[in-house]
């Protein structure tokens, strides 16, 4: 017998990108692109839970969603913090009794070299970019091996890939998070479990705002690639809900970047 997150062939081909029934942890999605994946996952079927630091926020964010018609709910707790990471997973226990979608999305990012960083920021950003994900993913993990299936999926970075000066740990998180990914999908393929990274280029966030904005860094970074033009946040959704939908019952242990060619092009 097929599980939810398996292609049947029977199923059309619409069907396939479906996530109905479905309970999907998205961490920082009360905006940017982990709340255009909320979204794009809720509207697709899924149960969504908005994850962020401010409680407020995340229940404005799944307010806005139950408005549409749509399920979501706030599920608001600092990803860097490990007892309230632990209570949010026993919180989802309570009240949904399952986990089937984990996107590892928040990111904290500290534009500084080398020698401009101390220890204290250094382990805060590999805190939160790096082991909030593999923690996270390990508590989703417990779970989904349970039902027999699951979607890891975590949001790296092309900046993974691709160096500048200034911006030494950020990259070195997010190459991290790459490296876990495989790992986790040779462990935990045979549970049904996929796992997967998709890692953004440059896109027009209210984090990246100021860059857009600038006259000079704004048009040069478009310019760079080869759409001439920045992401539109609602870009990332569908490589999201394609990766968390059984149409992708077959895809372990890959990186998908949604770039704009930004990778491909020196």
Do not use: C
Not at 19 to 28: D, N, R, Y
Not at 161 to 171: F, H, I, K, N, S
Not at 180 to 203: D, H, Q, V
Not at 245 to 264: E, F, R, T
Request: charged share 15%; aromatic share 4%.
């Amino acid at each position: 017998m097929m599980s939810a997150s398996t292609l049947s062939p029977s199923q059309s081909y619409l069907q396939q990108f479906s996530l109905s029934g479905q309970v999907a942890l998205i961490t920082g999605s009360a905006r940017g692109l982990g709340w255009e994946i909320a979204a794009a996952m809720a509207g697709s079927g899924a149960h969504v839970l908005i994850n962020g630091r401010n409680a407020a926020a995340a229940e404005a964010a799944a307010h806005s969603l139950r408005e549409r018609g749509l399920a979501a709910s706030a599920l608001p707790f600092d990803v860097a913090d490990p007892d309230a990471m632990q209570q949010a997973f026993e919180h989802i226990d309570a009240r949904h009794g399952r986990l089937d979608i984990l996107v590892n999305n928040v990111g904290a990012r500290n534009r500084k070299t080398l020698l401009e960083l101390d220890l204290a920021q250094i382990r805060e950003l590999i805190d939160t970019d790096l082991v909030a994900g593999i923690m996270l993913s390990k508590l989703a993990a417990q779970r989904m091996q349970r039902q027999g299936r699951g979607r890891l999926i975590a949001i790296t970075s092309v900046a993974g890939e691709l160096a500048r000066a200034g911006d030494a740990v950020y990259p070195a998180a997010k190459q991290g998070l790459t490296g876990m990914m495989r790992a986790l999908a040779a462990e935990f393929g045979a549970s049904g479990i996929t796992s997967n990274a998709i890692a953004p280029g440059t896109f027009a966030t209210e984090t990246n705002a100021a860059m857009v904005a600038d006259p000079v860094a704004g048009p040069r970074l478009a310019a760079r690639n080869p759409t001439g033009r920045w992401g539109q946040p609602h870009e990332i959704a569908g490589a999201a809900v394609f990766l968390a939908s059984p149409a992708a019952s077959y895809i372990n242990g890959q990186v998908l970047a949604v770039d704009g060619g930004l990778s491909i092009q020196f």
